[in-house]
Antibody, heavy 122, light 110 residues
Framework: EVQLLESGGGLVQPGGFLRLSCAASGFTFSSYAMSWVRQAPGKGLEWVSSVSNSGAGTYYADSVKGRFTISRDTSKKTVYLQMSSLRVEDTAIYFC???????????????WGQGALVTVSS | QSALTQPASVSGSPGQSITISCTGGSSDIGSYNLVSWYQQHPGKAPKLMIYEVTKRPSGVSNRFSGSKSGNTASLTISGLQAEDEADYYCCSYVITNTVLFGGGTKLTVL
């Protein structure tokens, strides 16, 4: 069974730093692109960032570019999202997702982790 | 970049069919067959229902189908059931190597 388990969420002050981790299991980690998608309280879904299966390609939403960094560690089967210069508007549940198709990817996300809550507040 | 455009709400009676539209532009839906649809029940993580416009992941009911015409994608649910009541989101790859979601559609089963 494919599982994605996020960790690292919490309360942080504006301007602060946080690193999310997503531990993957149940599939060949190195074959799939991975992404982060967030959902602010009571709002819709927003794509945040993706990393290719090899780790060579990284992609970001304009809203987080220059502040967030996505990476992956194949030996640990883990994806990371390093978040800096955090803003109140970054408050959201952050979901770790796997691409549904190997290698080239389809930009379809399946499955979704249970999510990690990040709260940015003073 | 603006979100893809979805109706805020749709409704239907059990057994009926409904269609949710998702309108983008020539840089996203119009140029790529990389549209996906997600179902989200309250308090739960989203679930992939359709990917690459028309493909269904294993385990998803064949009552769910997807299509695309020009810059607009659509999700059709036939034989509506009470458990289909949820929020639905469309999603598309964009020419700028980014991804856009729609604003979401609340489906009410009457």
């Amino acid at each position: 069974e494919v599982q994605l388990l996020e960790s690292g969420g919490g309360l942080v002050q504006p301007g602060g730093f946080l690193r999310l981790s997503c531990a993957a299991s149940g599939f060949t980690f190195s074959s799939y692109a991975m992404s982060w998608v967030r959902q602010a309280p009571g709002k819709g879904l927003e794509w945040v960032s993706s990393v290719s299966n090899s780790g060579a390609g990284t992609y970001y939403a304009d809203s987080v570019k220059g502040r967030f960094t996505i990476s992956r560690d194949t030996s640990k089967k883990t994806v990371y999202l390093q978040m800096s210069s955090l803003r109140v508007e970054d408050t959201a549940i952050y979901f770790c997702v796997k691409d549904v198709v190997r290698y080239s990817g389809s930009w379809g996300f399946d499955p979704w982790g249970q999510g990690a809550l990040v709260t940015v507040s003073s | 970049q603006s979100a893809l455009t979805q109706p805020a709400s749709v409704s239907g009676s059990p057994g009926q069919s409904i269609t949710i539209s998702c309108t983008g532009g020539s840089s996203d839906i119009g140029s790529y067959n990389l549209v996906s649809w997600y179902q989200q029940h309250p308090g739960k993580a989203p679930k992939l229902m359709i990917y690459e416009v028309t493909k269904r992941p294993s385990g998803v009911s064949n009552r769910f189908s997807g299509s695309k015409s020009g810059n607009t994608a659509s999700l059709t649910i036939s034989g509506l059931q009470a458990e289909d009541e949820a929020d639905y989101y469309c999603c598309s790859y964009v020419i700028t190597n980014t991804v856009l979601f729609g604003g979401g559609t609340k489906l009410t089963v009457l």
